[in-house]
C-alpha cells in the first residue's frame, strides 16, 4: 500500500524559502511518479512539479520554474520541493500524489492519481 506524508509547511514572507518533505517508501519511488500539486481556498488543485526514477529529469509548471526544485532521496523514501522566492501567489494546501508509472503529460491531472498525502499549509504574507 502506498503512503504519502506531507511535511514542511508554515508561514514565511514573500521572497523567503521553504522547504516541503513527502515521505513514502522505497517501493514508491521505485514504481510511481511522485507529484507536487497545490490547492488554494476556492480554486482547483493544480499540477506543480513532477519526478520519477523513470524520466531524465524532474518536469515544473511555468509558474514555479526557476524557482523550485523537486528531487528524492531513495535512500530515505522521501521527495522534496525546495520553494524558493516565495510569492503571495504560491500560497496554498501542498499535497503530494503518486501513480504508476512515470511523469508523462497526463501528470498535470489530478484524477490520474491514486494516492495522496494529507496535505501541507504555505502561507506567504508580510
Known amino acids: 500500500q502506498v503512503q504519502l506524508v506531507e511535511s514542511g509547511g508554515g508561514s514565511v514572507q514573500p521572497g523567503g524559502s521553504l522547504r516541503l518533505s513527502c515521505e513514502t517508501s522505497?517501493?514508491?519511488?521505485?514504481?510511481?511518479?511522485v507529484a507536487w500539486f497545490r490547492q488554494a481556498p476556492g480554486k482547483e488543485r493544480d499540477w506543480v512539479s513532477c519526478i520519477s526514477t523513470f524520466n531524465e529529469g524532474p518536469s515544473y509548471a511555468d509558474s514555479v520554474k526557476d524557482r523550485f526544485t523537486v528531487s528524492m532521496d531513495k535512500g530515505k523514501g522521501t521527495v522534496y520541493l525546495q520553494m524558493n522566492n516565495l510569492t503571495t501567489e504560491d500560497t496554498a494546501l501542498y499535497f503530494c500524489?503518486?501513480?504508476?508509472?512515470?511523469?508523462?503529460?497526463?501528470?498535470?491531472?489530478?484524477?490520474?492519481?491514486?494516492?495522496w498525502g494529507q496535505g501541507t499549509q504555505v502561507t506567504v504574507s508580510s
Open positions: 522505497r517501493f514508491t519511488l521505485d514504481y510511481h511518479a
Open positions: 500524489g503518486a501513480e504508476a508509472g512515470q511523469c508523462y503529460i497526463g501528470s498535470s491531472d489530478p484524477d490520474n492519481y491514486d494516492y
